[in-house]
C-alpha cells in the first residue's frame, strides 16, 4: 500500500526558498514514479514536477529554471527544491506516486502525460502548505 507524507512546507517570502520531502513507504521506492502537484484555492490541481524511476525530470513552464525535484532511493525520499518563489506559488503541495508501467514497450507516464488530469497516480500523500507572503 503506497503510503506517501509531505513535509517542509510553511511560510517565505518572494524571492525565498522551501524545500519538500516526501517520505514513501509499502512500496518498491526504486521502481516508482514520483510527482509533486499542488492546489491553490479555488483553482484546479496541476503538476509541478515528476522524477521517474530513470531519474528523468519532468516541469511545469511555471516552475522551470526555479524548482528541482530529486530522489534518494535509499532514504525512500522525493525533494522539490523551490527556489525565486512567488506568490503565485502558494498551494497545497502533494507528492504522488506510481509503479512504472509499459504499454507496447514505451512508459505511460512521460512527458507528455505525467501531469494530465486523467492520469491515474497509485497514491497520493495529504500535502503541505506553502504560503508565499511579504
Known amino acids: 500500500q503506497v503510503q506517501l507524507v509531505e513535509s517542509g512546507g510553511g511560510l517565505a517570502q518572494p524571492g525565498g526558498s522551501l524545500r519538500l520531502s516526501c517520505a514513501a513507504s509499502g512500496f518498491t521506492f526504486e521502481y516508482?514514479?514520483?510527482a509533486w502537484f499542488r492546489q491553490?484555492?479555488?483553482k484546479e490541481r496541476e503538476g509541478v514536477a515528476c522524477i521517474t524511476n530513470n531519474h528523468e525530470t519532468y516541469y511545469d513552464d511555471s516552475v522551470k529554471g526555479r524548482f528541482t525535484i530529486s530522489r534518494d532511493?535509499?532514504?525512500n525520499t522525493v525533494y522539490l527544491q523551490m527556489n525565486g518563489l512567488k506568490p503565485e506559488d502558494t498551494a497545497v503541495y502533494y507528492c504522488a506516486a506510481d509503479r512504472v508501467k509499459?504499454?507496447?514497450g514505451r512508459p505511460t507516464l512521460n512527458a507528455a502525460t505525467w501531469s494530465s488530469i486523467n492520469y491515474r497516480y497509485e497514491g497520493w500523500g495529504q500535502g503541505t502548505q506553502v504560503?508565499?507572503?511579504s
Open 73 to 75: 532511493n535509499t532514504r
Open 32 to 34: 516508482y514514479a514520483l
Open 102 to 104: 509499459y504499454s507496447y
Open 131 to 133: 504560503t508565499v507572503s
Open 40 to 42: 491553490a484555492p479555488g
